[in-house]
């Protein structure tokens, strides 16, 4: 495994909660050889030791775009180069989940737009001259089954992930012709700290329960499951392949019964 990523320096995009899938993937990506910066915002760094071993951290506020200029100017200085960029960031206003979608201002649907898919769009422009110093540039982003289907206490977050899938698209159109990739994930849900947040822990365990069970592998979806999927769409081994999203899934979307 660890050389499917030899040689790969990029960054993951929000590594903030010690169960969260970017802190996951910083220390996956980098046991499959590359070397990984990881951005926060206004803190010193992820909670997990193992992401923050290698002093990597840059803060970056993506609703703040001189922060991200800053950001991407010190990941220069220390990397030298992109091949890849993943995007885990996801933002809504506290509270607003637990409400119905009709309640929400303006305000906290711009706040849920902007943190979640413009962050996207906002990193790239100024990511892009480090990622074109790249042989292999790749960009992936992780999305969700709540674009596509209705998931309680999740609209705000499903709504964003949906824009977000557009966006990707969007920007494989735009990017191809530079030699980006840009490719998404779509996962079922995993017992992190986020989901038992918005939904609770016990909607959590039984939706993770159920997926299981209606699924074609007959388990839940791992961390390790949705890694491997990142560090395969952030290799060499991924050419000429854009525009998409991978269903981590065990099959659930696929399958009728």
């Known amino acids: 495994m660890t050389s499917l990523l030899s040689d790969r320096v990029g960054v993951v995009l929000g590594a903030s909660r010690t169960s969260s899938v970017g802190a996951h993937a910083v220390t996956d990506l980098r046991a499959q050889g590359a070397t990984v910066a990881f951005t926060h915002r206004g803190r010193s760094g992820a909670t997990t030791p193992e992401v923050d071993a290698q002093d ?70 100024h990511a892009m001259p480090l990622l074109e110093r790249s042989s292999a540039p790749r960009v992936v982003a992780l999305l969700s089954a709540g674009s596509d289907f209705a998931i309680p206490s999740y609209h705000a977050v499903g709504m964003a992930k949906a824009a977000l ?32 947040h918005c939904i609770g822990e ?8 159920y997926l299981a069970k209606r699924s074609m592998t007959g388990r839940s979806v791992t961390y390790e499951d949705v890694t491997g999927a990142i560090g395969f769409l952030c290799s060499r081994r991924c050419q000429n392949m854009t525009g998409e999203i991978i269903n981590v899934d065990g099959g659930y979307v696929r399958s009728y019964l």
């Not at 180069?81 to 993943?86: S, T």
Request: net charge negative; hydrophobic share 40%.
């Open 165 to 196: 899938a557009s966006a990707l698209r969007y920007l494989a159109q735009e990017l191809g012709p530079r030699g980006v990739l840009c490719n998404g994930v779509s996962f079922s849900i995993i017992d992190t700290e986020a989901a038992n």
């Open 56 to 125: 990597l951290g840059v803060e970056m506020d993506f609703r703040d775009e001189p922060s991200v200029v800053r950001g991407m100017d010190r990941l220069g200085r220390q990397l030298g180069r992109l091949d890849f960029l993943v995007h885990t960031l996801v933002s809504v206003p506290e509270g607003a989940l637990q409400r119905p979608l009709l309640d929400l201002s303006a305000e906290e649907f711009s706040h849920a737009m902007l943190g979640s898919v413009h962050s996207l769009v906002v990193a790239l422009r």
């Open 202 to 209: 016990e909607t959590t365990r039984r939706t993770r329960e």
